[in-house]
């Protein structure tokens, strides 16, 4: 029997590190958190010392049952949760469970931290144990009960003044006002012309353009030629004249490679790089660092990835430097490692930068035992971390000034004449610039060249960008919301709640989303303050080293919050969802408002309910009318529900029909016939499930008794019963990795049967 017990978080973690312990450890996971607070209100109790009531999370009582079991017959316990503030605060929660039981009498429960899942790593941690760090701890147990404080009185209130189901969060509602910032900023942008003018020339075969930058020895700003005439103009004066070569700027430039990957810069680069979401990167780094079998055995590939440090070991450093020495000539390996600094103000807990756990496993070899996605994300850590110890890139650069009668036109060009890191790895950025990498020809200062062509073109400024996936990672980390750890689930939060959707992978704030942040920014803008909330993220990582105690801090935020929260109250529904417009009803004369409903904004008149004017915000009173004065009527068919007229009504998501009698009936259908499968409903067993659009575009496919019957799945149904459970359906699933498999829509069940291999196109049917 072991002697020794080491607990994890995750299973997989677990296989792999039961192979480098032995027969004398046994190897539980806990399979993540094991407590959280109660979810009803009090449960953080803000008169006591912010006492904290807890219960075991149902899903994982089997796991820690089967922890307490072995904990019972061992003699060692070592918790190895991960190594940051949630996983001390695991591995404290699983002690408070166990003192609780009364299991540890006599027994000591150790940390063991690693930062990476390799054989001396883990060997050397188990040698190395400590007590667990209750300053950590602290700071979690601070960070939860702020976040439960301020969803637990935030959300209520916006139930009550703008819709259910809404919630705010201490870092959520930061972010979602960056994004609700932004489109402002473009929505008040106005659109600037203005030109540029340039010479085409050539000598030899080397052909070369040069932009006009001193116009009668004045330099040309942005809007110096807001017009085409004025352009025109400057052309006139400058026909005719010679092209004659005058300053040349020769200059050897160099570039530097980008750190290795931290939380944020992996996020950041694997959106732009691989098209990953951020939720999609941690997820597959996790499964990296957790370990795949690579053919010998279950190893971690990675280091462990929610960290702020661009630090690496000297081991390391070591290693990546052997391996340039071996397959880069000489000129590709610097004569001393490359260290780099922290931008970031704390970096989190001290651990490496994310890196390969060896060098020598290389991308290419480990291919084979990962999928698509864990080779495109390891492939990219690896080659971002060889880079980084590699020389600097060398470029020649060009700058050369040609007279033009008045005028002065500069040329400029770069040559790279050694790759360096380059070699390897570039880094992306969001929203660049081509840069001008055109290679000049040789010229001589006071020689003349040919005006092949005198142009001008024009331009219009541009509003700032929506933000990207990317771009908001890298702009809440520089304003200090939230921590790297924490940027994929605010994102996910974001989406899920509807506050945002995506428009080509750019974020667009829903109306739900603008009237949550407008409301938090008029009566709570402190909270939402992205100072404050920066001040409260640098004070949690005071807790965490032992600088602050968690109490006051929590003291100070509550006292201030529950007023605020307490004056808010009296605010009235309309205060919050109407906004007043200088515009007369065209119906009845009275103001009209734009109003928010179940399906977002719309203009409506303030007479209501004696006038019923509607219309949707962005169409004129024109179109309203136009759209009202002449319905359509179907022909042929009575509503249903009360006998009235169909009509083709416009709503927000499009043409729909409706019953004549709205609102006193309120029966609707979609305008075109959805596409009947044939299946019969496995549900209510008298309806077919038919074909849908989901309000962002996404197909599903729902029982057309609805809303009867609300039974609904994501994937192609086929009138098949499952073998192993007997549901009276199963699904067709696609993916790259498994091709195309019949499932069986109930989770629980799990049955699976690969039809068609990945790449395989399945013959059209009708279902």
Not at 80 to 85: L, M, Y
Not at 609 to 617: E, F, S
Request: aromatic share 8%; hydrophobic share 35%; proline share 6%.
């Amino acid at each position: 029997m072991p002697s020794s017990l080491l607990i994890v978080e995750s299973p997989s973690k677990a296989k792999t590190l039961k192979k480098y312990l032995g027969p004398d450890f046994e190897v539980l996971a806990s399979y993540g958190h094991v407590r959280d607070l109660v979810p009803k209100n009090g449960a953080v109790d803000p008169e006591k010392g912010f006492a904290m009531k807890y219960q075991l999370i149902p899903k994982n009582a089997k796991h820690v049952d089967a922890i307490a079991k072995a904990v019972d017959e061992a003699e060692n316990i070592y918790l190895a949760t991960d190594p940051d503030r949630e996983g001390e605060a695991i591995s404290w929660h699983l002690v408070q469970i166990l003192e609780g039981k009364k299991l540890l009498k006599g027994k000591r429960a150790q940390r063991v931290v690693f930062h990476e899942i390799t054989k001396n790593a883990v060997l050397d941690a188990i040698a190395h144990p400590r007590q667990i760090a209750q300053d950590m701890v602290d700071a979690q147990q601070a960070r939860r009960a702020l976040d439960y404080l301020v969803g637990f009185n935030l959300s209520p209130l916006l139930w009550k003044k703008i819709r259910r189901g809404l919630s705010a969060g201490r870092v959520q509602s930061p972010a979602l006002r960056l994004i609700c910032e932004r489109e402002n900023e473009i929505r008040a942008f106005t659109q600037q012309e203005y030109w540029s003018i340039h010479l085409d020339s050539h000598k030899g075969r080397t052909r070369f353009t040069a932009r006009l930058t001193t116009l009668a020895g004045r330099k040309l700003e942005q809007f110096d030629l807001p017009t085409e005439a004025e352009q025109a103009a400057v052309l006139a004066r400058l026909a005719n004249a010679p092209a004659v070569v005058g300053t040349i700027e020769k200059k050897k430039k160099t570039r530097s490679p980008a750190a290795p990957f931290t939380t944020s810069t992996l996020q950041q680069e694997a959106v732009r790089k691989l098209g990953m979401t951020t939720d999609r990167t941690m997820r597959t780094a996790q499964q990296l660092y957790e370990g795949v079998d690579v053919g010998q055995g279950t190893v971690g590939l990675i280091t462990y990835m929610r960290t702020d440090s661009v630090a690496l070991a000297n081991e390391a450093v070591g290693e990546i430097r052997d391996y340039i020495g071996q397959k880069f000539d000489a000129d590709f390996l610097p004569k001393n490692p490359v260290a780099f600094k922290n931008k970031s103000k704390n970096a989190q807990e001290a651990h490496e930068a994310i890196r390969p756990t060896s060098i020598l496993r290389t991308p290419e070899s480990v291919k084979p035992f990962l999928t698509a996605e864990q080779f495109k994300l390891y492939d990219m850590i690896w080659k971002r971390t060889l880079a980084c110890q590699m020389a600097p890139a060398k470029f020649d650069t060009t700058s050369v000034d040609i007279t033009v009668g008045e005028g002065v036109f500069r040329a400029t060009g770069q040559v790279l004449v050694f790759a360096g890191f380059l070699a390897v790895y570039e880094e992306d950025v969001d929203d660049a610039e081509d840069e001008d990498n055109a290679k000049l020809p040789a010229l001589e200062e006071g020689e003349s060249l040919p005006v092949d062509k005198l142009y001008g073109e024009q331009h219009f400024t541009q509003p700032p960008p929506r933000f990207s996936e990317a771009s908001l990672v890298k702009a809440l980390e520089e304003y200090g919301i939230g921590r790297p750890s924490t940027y994929a689930s605010i994102i996910s939060t974001l989406k899920d709640r509807e506050y945002v959707t995506l428009d080509k992978k750019r974020f667009v704030p829903t109306d739900t989303g603008e009237i949550v942040n407008k409301f938090l920014t008029e009566h709570f803008a402190q909270y939402v303050d992205y100072n404050f909330t920066a001040k409260l993220e640098n004070q949690l990582d005071e807790i965490a080293s032992g600088e602050r105690q968690w109490v006051p801090v929590m003291d100070t935020f509550w006292k201030g919050f529950k007023k605020q929260v307490t004056e808010k109250e009296g605010i009235s529904r309309a205060e919050v969802t109407t906004e007043s417009l200088d515009e007369a009803c065209p119906k009845c004369g009275k103001p009209l408002s734009i109003k928010f409903g179940k399906r977002g904004r719309f203009i409506a008149c303030t007479g209501y309910p004696d006038c019923d004017y509607t219309r949707n915000i962005g169409e004129t009173a024109e179109q309203a009318a136009e759209e009202a004065e002449a319905p359509t009527v179907i022909e042929g068919r009575v509503c249903p529900d009360c006998g009235g007229e169909l009509h083709i009504k416009k709503g927000r998501y499009g043409k729909f029909i409706g019953c004549a009698n709205y609102p006193k009936c309120k029966h609707i259908e979609p305008l075109e016939k959805p596409k009947d499968t044939g299946v019969v409903c496995p549900e209510c067993k008298t309806g077919h499930l038919i074909e849908r659009k989901s309000r962002y575009g996404k197909l599903f496919y729902s029982c057309n008794t609805y809303p009867k019957c609300k039974y609904a799945t994501w994937n192609p149904p086929i009138a098949e019963s499952c073998p192993k459970c007997g549901w009276p359906i199963l699904t067709l699933k696609t993916t790259k990795r498994r091709g195309t498999e019949k499932v069986c829509p109930q989770k629980e069940c799990g049955y699976s049967e690969v039809i068609a291999p990945p790449g395989t196109e399945l013959p059209a049917t009708d279902a």
